[in-house]
């Protein structure tokens, strides 16, 4: 990364690099005072990048050798502008969009009805400027080829006019009637039937507007002015001439925004930055008594977690000039309960209700929300009114989880010592106490990185519990659920979708992959994901949710320029979202702290608002590991060198199958390797620079000869390579690793870097080497010493019985070895070591481990291929081809097809890494496809029985299973 120059004056540098050094002790003259030891603190930003400065010399601009695409119009949305979902709640809809430039009309007239709008096009609510533009058919879709460099930039240089009339419905004759937009990005002029009705700001906020006796009964119209980011910086279009670019650059100013849109090093400049209104608008009617933002908090005080206690806060607000009394009535589950509350005119109260006023709130035997992996994730619908003489006022629905997130973690106390310590923040909130200290004076540096310190006076809160006997943690993070240790596998979103296509359809498969991969973790990387539904997702698949504010690397990114606009965006996204179980962190920023002025203000906008999670200043380092390293390293050192405590990011080239790089870019594009790779995130410079992958494919396999034998190879690359990142986290559980998480699972976009499913859901072999090594129940060999061990991530286990038998690549057996094993639950427990070398000197070996439970059953099965050095990889081009038999029928479960397929390797040669695709009879792929394992490998004489799930509408008529694979003859398994 580039160095900028320093922005602070020489002297505050000098003052500032003296507060955070450990000063030496110096021989003085006689009478000077001794110079007293400074404890080194967390530095304040002193350097920034902006970005692109200057356009891109056009000799580097990415070139294809296919002309670009056609735009192709999708059909207008229809409906109805007013669609109601709730009693009092309807969607805004019948959006119309222009670009302001080409609208003479001001606000007041476009806001009348019966102004003239058909010549607008049919916007795309919820959406972004350039998802109406893609979809009206204006340009060309941007995810293939080079088709972005169709898009203009003055996109994200001037504002847009959304326009709509609506008809309100008589029922809210005499209501209190609020326009709620959800999310607007960046900012917006709101106006109403000729009024102006306000403004807002900052993607993340939503704009709420009082209409009551300004909407009419009959027809309405509303206009909204909306403006991009002030600071979009300058497009870096990468190629193979060009590299890589900065990652992001001036729209950092511009915080809270989709910070990203500028460019970064997994997703293109997007023309428009995501401009518009990216989330929906709602109408909603209530009576004299409105509900605000409920809060839920759930602790559970007994050690065998029989009861749940739920404590309710519910925020009422007197709509009317006259005193009132309201009644709050809350039903969940077979539980209900009522309380009023006196308010004066125009007032607000928090009606709260707790265990010791209403003891139905304390639950027997809940059912409680569990991460993926540990049990399910129950959620419990909540429905809240309010009443007033005897009529319904206002009616909210919420969804919650009966869960209790606590912490261990090393913290620094006041006479500097690293204390490993208990956090239960729910217990701090009921006292009224903060006892974590992330400010820049609390953050310390340690022997193995930085820390944040207690309170003074903390080490005696009954929310902190000292913890004897995880020194080799120190300093790090480890997340407890219910009182479970979690070991948190994971992954970063950087972005749902380029375009912030947000509906729960398109998203909901992304969600689904996380949790069939057995991960149980996402960082909402630089927060760039604030819809409903992406957490209503993660609650429903056990997926906890690390979510970030909207800063971006310290020292390298630009900071925020206006706090104040940041912290309201901050508090009104807590309030929204913090009944969701799945969020289990806040973070302040991605890769350093915020400036102190930020940072001081989210710790108190996160303990007023929240108060039951841990809030962080920094993604890493801090109580965290450093991120990286992104591109290729040996697997071995997965279990030595890297990613060591809780590590947020960590990642390493992950190339997509054939089939979804097809469909990603012209034919003429797909080989040899050229700029539209680049485009789509290949790196030949940068973190993720494929150099160090491409090199050792190249001595391993041969250098790839055409795309098919390229990608062949990078899947035996990537779940090598994947399956190592989380073994070798399972070797150091507990010792020296809490959590693991990868840079990253979901793209934005068809991209080529690190990701381990495709944007259009197809699965490639980074995926399966997470799943098989974060299964349930898992045997692995440790590569650096060869050891055998089980990894037990459910509930204790005995009698079981791992088994590992070594082969030639022309299956004769060499080695073979069998022990009796037990593992605790979560733990990880040693079965022997094979001794490798002397075979692994005669040619490549492999390694084929199982294991069966006291019943015979198998419960694990994994399968290596080593040599004694990259070199020695190369015989495994000489293996002869495997032929394997197969048969596959289906049946309907709901509204997904179950697919059963039965494989059998009857030849006399190991079949590997055989890849299974579903296909239509049109020779479209079906996705999304969710398979119990793929990438399979069988030795002779091995059978293997696979399910493969999708969609019922997925399918178009007959079905067939593909196969191909490492050493596999090609073949098409028809579907019965």
């Given amino acids: 990364m580039t160095d900028r120059p320093f922005l602070l004056g020489a002297s505050a540098l000098a003052l500032l690099l003296a507060s955070t050094a450990i000063a030496q002790p110096a021989r003085l003259p006689s009478g000077y005072a001794t110079i007293d030891p400074v404890q080194s603190e967390w530095p304040v930003q002193v350097r920034q990048m902006p970005g692109q400065i200057t356009p891109q010399d056009a000799a580097t601009l990415p070139r294809s050798r296919a002309p670009l695409s056609k735009p192709v119009a999708k059909p207008e949305p229809r409906g109805p502008a007013l669609d109601q979902r709730a009693p009092g709640l309807w969607t805004v809809a019948g959006w119309r969009l222009a670009e302001a430039p080409k609208v003479r009309a001001d606000g007041a007239t476009l806001s009348r009805a019966g102004y003239d709008a058909r010549s607008w096009y049919a916007a795309t609510v919820p959406g972004t400027v350039l998802t109406t533009l893609i979809d009206r058919g204006v340009y060309p879709d941007p995810a293939f080829g080079l088709n972005n460099m169709a898009i203009p930039e003055r996109l994200a240089r001037q504002d847009y006019w959304y326009r709509t009339e609506i008809t309100v419905p008589a029922e809210t004759a005499g209501r209190h009637l609020e326009l709620n937009f959800k999310g607007v990005n960046y900012a917006a002029e709101i106006w109403l039937n000729g009024r102006s009705l306000g403004t807002m700001k900052g993607a993340f906020i939503r704009g709420r507007f009082d209409v009551t006796g300004k909407l009419l009964l009959g027809r309405n119209a509303i206009a909204v002015r909306v403006s991009p980011p002030p600071h979009p910086g300058i497009a870096h279009e990468e190629s193979m001439t060009a590299g890589v670019g900065e990652n992001g650059g001036m729209q950092m100013l511009d915080g809270p925004t989709f910070v990203a849109t500028e460019g970064w090093d997994w997703i293109p400049t997007i023309r428009d930055r995501n401009t518009g209104l990216w989330q929906g608008v709602d109408l909603i009617a209530t009576g004299p008594a409105a509900i605000g933002d409920a809060q839920v908090v759930t602790t559970l005080p007994k050690p065998d977690n029989s009861v749940a206690n739920v404590e309710i806060t519910v925020p009422v607000r007197n709509q009317t000039d006259r005193a009132t009394t309201a009644t709050v009535t809350a039903r969940f589950d077979d539980v209900t309960v009522t309380k009023s509350v006196a308010l004066a005119p125009g007032a607000t109260a928090d009606v709260t209700m707790a265990p010791a006023e209403f003891p139905a709130l304390a639950v027997r035997n809940p059912r409680l929300w569990w991460p993926n992996g540990y049990g399910m994730p129950a959620l419990h619908d909540l429905t809240l009114t309010t009443t007033v003489a005897g009529a319904v006022s206002d009616t909210r629905s919420l969804r919650f989880g009966m869960r209790q997130v606590t912490y261990e973690i090393s913290l620094m106390d006041r006479n500097d010592r690293l204390r490993r310590v208990g956090l239960d923040l729910s217990k701090a909130r009921t006292l009224g106490q903060q006892v974590v200290d992330g400010t820049h ?182 109580n965290l590991q450093n991120s990286g390293p992104y591109n290729w390293r040996p697997e071995s050192t997965y279990f030595t060198e890297h990613a060591k405590g809780f590590s947020v990011e960590l990642g390493t080239p992950s190339f997509p199958t054939i089939e979804a790089w097809t469909r990603a870019m012209p034919k003429a594009d797909l080989w040899p390797i050229g700029d539209t790779w680049a485009y789509h995130d290949w790196h030949q410079t940068g973190n993720g620079a494929v150099k160090s992958f491409m090199d050792v494919l190249a001595v391993r396999y041969g250098a790839g000869t055409s795309l098919p034998d390229f990608e062949r190879k990078a899947q035996m690359m990537e779940y090598d390579s994947y399956r190592a990142i989380f073994e070798g986290f399972n070797a150091g559980l507990w010792t020296t690793n809490t959590a693991r998480m990868l840079w990253m699972t979901q793209p934005a976009w068809p991209s080529s870097a690190w990701q381990i499913f495709s944007s259009d859901y197809d699965t490639h072999g980074a995926f399966y080497g997470t799943k098989k090594a974060s299964e349930p129940v898992h045997v692995q060999l440790n590569l650096p010493d060869h050891k055998v061990v089980l990894v037990n991530n459910g509930p204790a286990l005995s009698g079981a019985v791992v088994h590992a038998k070594v082969t030639s690549l022309d299956n004769r057996v060499l080695a073979e070895r069998r022990a009796k094993v037990g593992a605790g639950a979560g733990l990880v427990a040693d079965a022997f070591t094979l001794d490798l070398k002397p075979l692994t000197a005669q040619g490549m070996v492999l390694v084929a481990l199982d294991v069966t439970d006291a019943a015979g059953k198998v419960l694990s099965q994994n399968l290596y291929w080593q040599g004694a050095n990259d070199a020695a990889y190369r015989g495994m081009t000489q293996m002869a081809p495997a032929r394997l038999t197969a048969t596959a029928s289906s049946r309907r479960d709901g509204e997904e097809v179950a697919t059963t397929l039965d494989l059998a390797n009857g030849g006399p040669v190991a079949a590997l890494a055989t890849k299974l695709t579903v296909m239509n009879a049109d020779g479209t792929q079906v996705l999304p496809a969710y398979f119990t394992d793929n990438y399979v490998s069988l030795l002779p004489g091995e059978r293997r029985r696979i399910e493969i799930r999708y969609p019922a509408t997925a399918a178009k008529g007959t079905t067939t299973v593909a196969l191909r694979g490492w050493n596999v003859t090609p073949a098409a398994v028809p579907v019965r």
């Fill in 441 to 622: 004076q609390g953050i310390r540096k340690t022997p193995n990185g930085w820390a944040a310190s207690l309170v003074p006076g903390a080490e005696r809160s009954p929310a902190v519990t000292p913890i004897a006997g995880d020194a080799a943690l120190a300093p790090y993070l480890l997340i407890r659920v219910n009182g479970v240790r979690i070991a948190a596998r994971g992954g970063n979103i950087g972005m749902d979708d380029f375009m912030k296509r947000t509906e729960r359809s398109r998203l909901l498969p992304f969600f689904r992959l996380h949790q069939d991969a057995n991960l149980n973790i996402i960082r909402n990387w630089v927060g760039q994901n604030t819809e409903e539904t992406f957490f209503d997702l993660a609650d429903e698949h056990g997926l906890m949710i690390l979510n970030d504010f909207w800063e971006s690397t310290q020292d390298y990114n630009i900071e925020a320029q206006d706090i104040p606009l940041f912290t309201r965006n901050a508090e009104d996204v807590v309030r929204r979202f913090r009944n969701h179980p799945s969020i289990v962190v806040w973070f302040g920023r991605n890769e350093g702290v915020p400036q102190p002025i930020l940072n001081e203000a989210l710790q108190t906008i996160v303990n007023r608002n929240d108060g039951t999670r841990l809030y962080m200043g920094s993604s890493n380092r801090v």
